[in-house]
């Protein structure tokens, strides 16, 4: 097959830079344009030393003219810039956006949660989401040339909980996710509540009480497994780690506990990248670092009648950039896990 080249726009970013990191494994793969914003002109060894090969490449700015004759662009941008420079993109070349600007269908949950114009949304690349007829989300990433790329938070929690409503085992009202994530969540830009200082040693929850915006895309998706609209409690939590996202979801039992499990091994029998790990063994961050694994283990607590489902991912593999490459392979008909780690690192 002949070469595809793939660009990245936001490449000095932690998103941008993660997509490299795997397109440079990509046997299929050459890597063309890497553009940032206000570090035009820099090289990408001294933002980035880990991708060895790509040390000489200087980031340009980013323009449609810099994607010229490109197979495909990833886009690792702040939401608003990715539906401006996607407009301008020809409709033949894959574009795949880790930010926001797509993935939300209805406007107005749209504008309950973003400050800029609703743009419209595309394909949603979560290729594992059950949906409530069996079907996957993956039948729409087949030949798409433009794809959503999910939330990082999202995909742990949707992974975690639309088996149990696909097979109605839950109620839709009473769902909570509580989330811990790494710092590169919130990319590579300093900000005061991450500074090392303030984040080493510390656990501390933020977008507390419905206002993190990653709530009605989690609500999308599950309403999507069950096909009818779920409502879901969410709180993050930013954790003293790098990267990684802990996810521990539960909603209400509303059917047969021994059903529970089935549901999962039902669904995940032949997903190469979620892992319903054996009976009493529970996901962790460590073990799926640079991996585009999620794990996951289901419990039922009868005590209190609730399914309660842990989800481990690393927000930077999964979480975005390993699902813009397994999007890539499937929009491209590729086999879907070429050049992506199944295997993390440790400790
Ligand atoms: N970090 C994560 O875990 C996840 C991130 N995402 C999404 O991926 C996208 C990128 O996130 P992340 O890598 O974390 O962010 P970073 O802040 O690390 O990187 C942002 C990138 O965008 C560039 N940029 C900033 N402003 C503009 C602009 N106006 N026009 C063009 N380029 C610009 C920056 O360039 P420069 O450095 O040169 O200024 C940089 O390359 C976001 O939409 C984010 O929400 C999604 C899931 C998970
Ligand atoms: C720790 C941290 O700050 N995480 C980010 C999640 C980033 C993400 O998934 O990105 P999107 O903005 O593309 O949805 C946050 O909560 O905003």
């Known amino acids: 097959m002949r070469m595809l080249t793939v660009g990245v726009a936001g490449a000095s970013g932690y998103a941008g830079s993660e997509a490299l990191r795997l397109l440079l494994g990509h046997p299929d793969v050459r890597v063309g344009a890497v553009t940032g914003a206000s570090t035009v002109g820099q090289r990408l060894g001294e933002l980035a030393p880990h991708l060895a090969p790509l040390r000489d490449r200087e980031l340009v700015e980013t323009t449609p003219q810099a994607f010229a004759d490109h197979d495909v662009v990833i886009l690792a941008l702040p939401h608003g810039a990715s539906a401006q420079l ?82 109605g085992v839950v109620a839709p009202d009473d769902v909570v996710v509580v989330a811990a994530s790494g710092t590169s969540g919130a990319g590579r830009s300093t900000k005061p509540h991450l500074m090392a ?60 506990p021994a059903a529970v499990r089935a549901a999962y091994e039902r669904t995940y029998a032949d997903e190469p990248f979620v892992r319903l790990l054996p009976e009493g063994e529970w996901p962790a961050t460590g073990a799926v670092l640079g991996s585009n694994v999620v794990q996951l283990q289901v419990a039922v607590d009868e005590h209190a009648g609730r399914v309660v489902v842990v989800a481990a991912e690393d927000n930077l593999t999964k979480g975005t950039a390993g699902a813009a490459v397994q999007c890539l392979n499937l929009a491209l008909d590729l086999p879907e896990t070429r050049g992506l780690p199944t295997t993390g690192l440790a400790p």
């Not at 007829?133 to 995909?155: F, M, W």
Request: charged share 15%.
């Open 86 to 167: 996607a407009a301008q993109l020809p409709d033949d070349v894959l574009v795949l956006d880790c930010g926001a600007d797509f993935r939300l269908v209805e406007e107005q949950r749209w504008t309950s949660f973003y400050d800029t114009p609703h743009a419209c949304s595309w394909p949603y690349g979560l290729p594992e989401l059950v949906r409530a007829d069996g079907s996957k989300q993956r039948d729409d990433l087949v030949g798409a040339r433009r794809v959503a790329i999910p939330g990082c938070y999202p995909t742990a929690a949707t992974l975690a909980l639309a088996p149990a409503f696909a097979a």
């Open 197 to 256: 200082s303030a984040v080493m040693g510390s656990m501390s929850p933020y977008g507390v009480g419905g206002g993190h915006r990653h709530t009605p895309e989690i609500e999308q998706n599950l309403s999507t497994a069950l096909g009818q609209p779920v409502t879901v409690s969410f709180t993050p939590t930013l954790a003293p780690m790098p990267r990684g996202i802990l996810a521990t979801c539960t909603a209400r039992l509303a059917g047969d």
